[in-house]
């Protein structure tokens, strides 16, 4: 119903080798282009996860986490992707991946995804999981939305080099195929110009951009809530459907005396390092990081445990946790 209201066009493809290269291809005809899948799907999206970063094509891809490996459980919920969503593809590169936790912050989210996906020109992905995904919740649909379109050329056409870069953000003007401005696109290692090069020194400077424009734009990108940083010793970290227990199990504690807090990370990668260097100078000795797989983010985390303590809830169960078993837990923790 929504689409026609947009000029949107709905394709039904038929793998999902074609459905991601088909949103390429659709990205650079200067569409808005996304597509969803799971955990099996994304695997087979993974080469062309690393050709939309190479070509630096905008798009967004939804990915639904589910209990695995290989088919596991189809229909049940998971975050045991967390890795998958950031590495699935080969190559030096870094990715963009929101965490909702709501019905409403798919919906918020997916917008988000597609202006940062615009504006840095990469693929950004959306991590959900197999019980947000099936759930029907209240979902408020904004009129004044922020819609970010991506940066066309800086040049006229005879002078156009489509990865020519201008500004601090790195991030080259994108032409729209088929019109004035001709130009030619590879998922091999390239110059400027878009022409392959196959010289140490070529793989430096594209991989070094490419990496950068990301990594730069960490304060715009990294989001999160936080609650009871300042009077706490000891937070939650969390994200996603496994993040709604914690506000009632912190609550709970606190009500017992417990000084504790929670972080909930709405955007997975790039990892925030800042906020762990942060929390680390208001007070916080520990991060407990709760999340339905058997060690993940807890990695990146830990790279800071010589900050704070650093101890994980890591279950690779397919139920999100509920409030009661977290306050147990934070019962033993703290």
Same mark, same amino acid.
């Given at each position: 119903?929504?689409?026609?209201?947009?000029?949107?066009?709905?394709?039904?493809?038929?793998?999902?080798?074609?459905?991601?290269?088909?949103?390429?291809?659709?990205?650079?005809?200067?569409?808005?282009?996304?597509?969803?899948?799971?955990?099996?799907?994304?695997?087979?999206?993974?080469?062309?996860?690393?050709?939309?970063?190479?070509?630096?094509?905008?798009?967004?891809?939804?990915?639904?986490?589910? %209990?695995?490996?290989?088919?596991?459980?189809?229909?049940?919920?998971?975050?045991?992707?967390?890795?998958?969503?950031?590495?699935?593809?080969? %190559?030096?590169?870094?990715?963009?991946?929101?965490?909702?936790?709501?019905?409403?912050?798919?919906?918020?989210?997916?917008?988000?995804?597609?202006?940062?996906?615009?504006?840095?020109?990469?693929?950004?992905?959306?991590?959900?999981?197999?019980?947000?995904?099936?759930?029907?919740?209240?979902?408020?649909?904004?009129?004044?939305?922020?819609?970010?379109?991506?940066?066309?050329?800086?040049?006229?056409?005879?002078?156009?080099?489509?990865?020519?870069?201008?500004?601090?953000?790195?991030?080259?003007?994108?032409?729209? &195929?088929? +019109?004035?401005?001709?130009?030619?696109?590879?998922?091999?290692?390239?110059?400027?110009?878009?022409?392959?090069?196959?010289?140490?020194?070529? &793989?430096?400077?594209?991989?070094?951009?490419?990496?950068?424009?990301?990594?730069?734009?960490?304060?715009?990108?990294?989001?999160?809530?936080?609650?009871?940083?300042?009077?706490?010793?000891?937070?939650?970290?969390?994200?996603?459907?496994?993040?709604?227990?914690?506000?009632?199990?912190?609550?709970?504690?606190?009500?017992?005396?417990?000084?504790?807090?929670?972080?909930?990370?709405?955007?997975?990668?790039?990892?925030?390092?800042?906020?762990?260097?942060?929390?680390?100078?208001?007070?916080?000795?520990?991060?407990?990081?709760?999340?339905?797989?058997?060690?993940?983010?807890?990695?990146?985390?830990?790279?800071?445990?010589?900050?704070?303590?650093? +101890?994980?809830?890591?279950?690779?169960?397919?139920?999100?946790? &509920?409030?009661?078993?977290?306050?147990?837990?934070?019962?033993?923790?703290?």
């Amino acid at each position: 119903k929504r689409l026609p209201e947009v000029n949107g066009t709905f394709i039904q493809m038929e793998d999902e080798l074609s459905s991601i290269t088909s949103c390429l291809g659709a990205s650079y005809a200067g569409k808005k282009a996304m597509t969803a899948t799971s955990g099996p799907g994304f695997s087979l999206m993974a080469e062309s996860i690393g050709l939309g970063v190479m070509l630096e094509a905008p798009i967004v891809i939804v990915t639904i986490m589910r %209990g695995g490996p290989s088919t596991g459980q189809p229909t049940n919920a998971s975050q045991s992707d967390v890795y998958q969503t950031r590495y699935a593809s080969h %190559g030096d590169y870094e990715m963009i991946v929101l965490a909702p936790s709501t019905v409403q912050e798919m919906y918020d989210l997916t917008i988000r995804a597609f202006n940062l996906a615009e504006k840095y020109r990469t693929p950004v992905v959306v991590a959900s999981d197999g019980v947000l995904g099936q759930m029907m919740e209240p979902v408020s649909y904004h009129s004044n939305i922020e819609i970010i379109d991506r940066k066309g050329p800086q040049v006229p056409p005879d002078k156009y080099k489509p990865f020519q870069v201008f500004d601090d953000d790195l991030v080259p003007g994108m032409a729209v &195929a088929g +019109t004035d401005y001709s130009f030619y696109v590879t998922g091999l290692t390239h110059d400027e110009e878009g022409s392959p090069q196959m010289s140490p020194e070529a &793989a430096v400077t594209l991989i070094t951009r490419l990496c950068d424009k990301i990594r730069k734009a960490r304060p715009d990108i990294n989001d999160w809530e936080e609650k009871y940083i300042d009077d706490s010793d000891t937070i939650i970290l969390s994200y996603g459907i496994n993040s709604r227990g914690v506000p009632e199990a912190i609550e709970k504690a606190r009500d017992k005396g417990l000084k504790v807090g929670y972080i909930r990370l709405k955007s997975l990668w790039p990892f925030p390092d800042e906020l762990m260097i942060d929390i680390s100078n208001r007070g916080i000795s520990k991060v407990i990081v709760s999340e339905m797989n058997y060690g993940m983010l807890i990695k990146e985390v830990q790279r800071f445990q010589h900050l704070f303590e650093v +101890t994980g809830i890591s279950i690779p169960t397919t139920i999100p946790f &509920a409030p009661k078993f977290l306050y147990k837990r934070l019962l033993k923790e703290v």
